[in-house]
């Protein structure tokens, strides 16, 4: 099977997850050509209607907010929801200007996709709610992001850091409101200086946190993720608004406990309890979240091994591809 995944740059983890499903189709042995499309086409997708479609295609796999552009006839496509930008949730994270943008144009674009797509996908339910509030004649079926679980593997005993050092919390992700940057700052300060957060600036332009106890990564490289979530003690994650987070998923691989929001799809993803603490989004709950497991060595360890098993026997990127041929199947 031969399918096209053409894509506009966002800056986000909808890009990630587009070029690893790729590869991970690639893997199961079907043909997949990724091709990606300055971040500035997102104003103007209907442009790439001329785009030539590679020869023999099977499937056309894009993202709702350019995907009628890229709908070949007699081909057919799936389109996926990420991040959906009509839930009412996310009014509060965006400016007039980008208020405006969603309302007409995005909003435009997705009605074409949505009514040229041969099946949409929803990556999570609370996605999948979202969008059949704001589009009643759209009925998606979800398929959660999947997360390659034999690359983002705990960290050995052997391989364990010894010594004393600050306890460690590793947020990844763009340092916006919608993911709860501005939480992370107070969060920290209540926690105080035996605490040490480890942050990266996402994909998007550089960002720092104006904090003593705090530390920023910079933009990371898959491998330096990895190695990141496996130096952390716990994954902090104060977000507001999320498809399905794949760093969240990626730190799950890993073994790593979650303290996150209670948002969104995030109880999706967390087991409250059993693999993560899930908080209500108020720095002083999360900063007693977060105290709790420094003083309970082995509740993280076992929140990190039940975490690590639900990545594997839930949300594993092999898992998704069967999904998501099986879909391409049925449709063809």
């Known amino acids: 099977m031969k399918i096209w995944l053409p894509y506009i740059i966002g800056g986000s983890g909808t890009d990630t997850f587009t070029e690893t499903l790729a590869t991970a189709l690639q893997e199961a042995g079907h043909e997949a050509v990724v091709q990606s499309f300055p971040h500035i086409m997102q104003f103007c997708p209907g442009v790439l209607r001329s785009v030539k479609m590679p020869e023999a295609t099977d499937i056309v796999f894009t993202n709702s907010w350019a995907g009628f552009a890229f709908k070949r006839r007699g081909v057919a496509m799936v389109t996926m929801e990420q991040l959906f930008v009509h839930d009412p949730a996310y009014a509060s994270f965006r400016s007039k200007g980008q208020a405006v943008f969603h309302s007409t144009l995005v909003h435009w674009f997705e009605k074409r996709t949505f009514h040229d797509a041969d099946r949409v996908v929803a990556v999570s339910r609370a996605t999948q709610k979202a969008v059949m509030d704001a589009f009643p004649d759209v009925d998606p079926i979800v398929i959660p992001n999947g997360?390659?679980?034999?690359?983002?593997?705990?960290?050995?005993?052997?391989?364990?850091?010894?010594?004393?050092?600050?306890f460690r919390l590793l947020f990844v992700g763009n340092l916006t409101t919608r993911k709860g940057a501005d939480l992370l700052v107070d969060v920290m300060q209540a926690l105080g200086p035996e605490f040490e957060l480890h942050y990266t600036s996402g994909l998007r332009e550089s960002a720092t946190l104006d904090l003593e106890n705090a530390v920023g990564l910079n933009r990371l490289d898959r491998m330096g993720v990895r190695h990141a979530m496996r130096e952390a003690?716990?994954?902090?994650?104060?977000?507001?608004?999320?498809?399905?987070?794949?760093?969240?998923?990626?730190?799950?691989?890993?073994?790593?406990?979650?303290?996150?929001?209670?948002?969104s799809s995030m109880p999706?993803?967390?087991?409250?309890?059993?693999?993560?603490?899930l908080c209500r989004l108020d720095p002083i709950e999360f900063a007693d979240a977060v105290q709790r497991l420094a003083d309970a060595p082995d509740l993280r360890k076992s929140m990190g091994v039940a975490g690590r098993e639900r990545a594997v026997g839930c949300f594993s990127m092999k898992k998704t591809v069967e999904r998501y041929v099986q879909l391409f199947c049925e449709i063809l």
């Open 233 to 263: 003690d716990v994954f902090l994650f104060p977000t507001r608004l999320e498809g399905l987070s794949i760093s969240v998923l990626e730190a799950m691989a890993c073994g790593l406990p979650i303290v996150a929001s209670d948002q």
């Open 147 to 166: 997360v390659d679980v034999d690359f983002f593997t705990p960290i050995s005993e052997d391989e364990r850091r010894d010594g004393e050092r600050a």
């Open 268 to 277: 999706e993803l967390v087991d409250h309890g059993r693999t993560g603490l």
